[in-house]
């Protein structure tokens, strides 16, 4: 059972660079939720998808991007990086009211 | 707006020692209620939940959560810890009447020492 999959596992982007963070789910699950996780801040939500096509901001989207083109996949973009990206990045899915985590995406911007 | 308070943000034990964590949460509607656990260097992965029915609500590993509605809050509880459950405890909220979004309170690291 693969579940929610991240590549990469780990980053380093110069200041201004721009990198894509992959998420896949093999649940079928029509909600899909990115999330940055700060040291004691716990998991911010930065954008989220209800299906295919559809998504909205959460509480932090400022500096990201997000596309559904699928219902397996929800990329997140960063267009221009800065050092207040530096987080790990987790990526979930959920069908109803629980969700599902994958193994998350360390980014560190310098 | 929903708000998760977690009191403890660092927890230290000894192996067999009695764990309680504090959790909780601001929102005036039915909720969902959740335990997630992050061992090092993994991702989240939930322990416990609670949707409706009996407040006290069993999870894996030991641990129990009780709903006290009149508290608002969702604590964590083991009677006994062992060094494997050194980790960093999430607990989360979502609005049972939409569950889009889920709430996580900043996280208690607990360290178990044998």
């Known amino acids: 059972n693969a579940g929610v999959t991240q590549t990469p596992k780990f980053r380093i982007l110069k200041i201004g660079q721009s990198m894509t963070l992959q998420c896949t789910q093999d649940?079928?699950?029509?909600?899909m939720y990115w999330y940055r996780q700060d040291p004691g801040m716990g998991l911010k939500l930065i954008y989220y998808s209800v299906g295919a096509g559809i998504t909205d901001k959460g509480e932090v989207p400022n500096g990201y991007n997000v596309s559904r083109s699928t219902t397996e996949d929800f990329p997140l973009r960063l267009e221009l990086a800065a050092p207040s990206q530096t987080s790990v990045y987790f990526c979930a899915s959920s069908e109803k009211e629980t969700q599902y985590f994958g193994p998350g995406t360390r980014l560190l911007v310098l | 707006a929903q708000s998760v308070s977690q009191h403890n943000h660092h927890v230290i034990l000894s192996e067999a020692a009695s764990l309680e964590l504090g959790c909780n949460y601001s929102?005036?509607?039915?909720?969902?209620l959740f335990w997630y656990v992050q061992y090092p260097g993994q991702h989240l992965q939930l322990l416990l939940k609670y949707f409706s029915g009996d407040p006290l609500v069993k999870g894996i590993k030991g641990f129990e959560a009780e709903f006290i509605k009149s508290k608002f809050s969702f604590n964590l509880r083991k009677p006994s810890v062992q060094w494997s459950d050194t980790a960093e405890y999430f607990c989360a909220v979502n609005a049972a009447r939409n569950t889009d979004k889920l709430i996580f309170g900043t996280g208690t690291r607990l360290q178990v020492f044998p």
């Open positions: 929102y005036g509607g039915t909720v969902n």
């Open positions: 649940m079928n699950h029509n909600y």
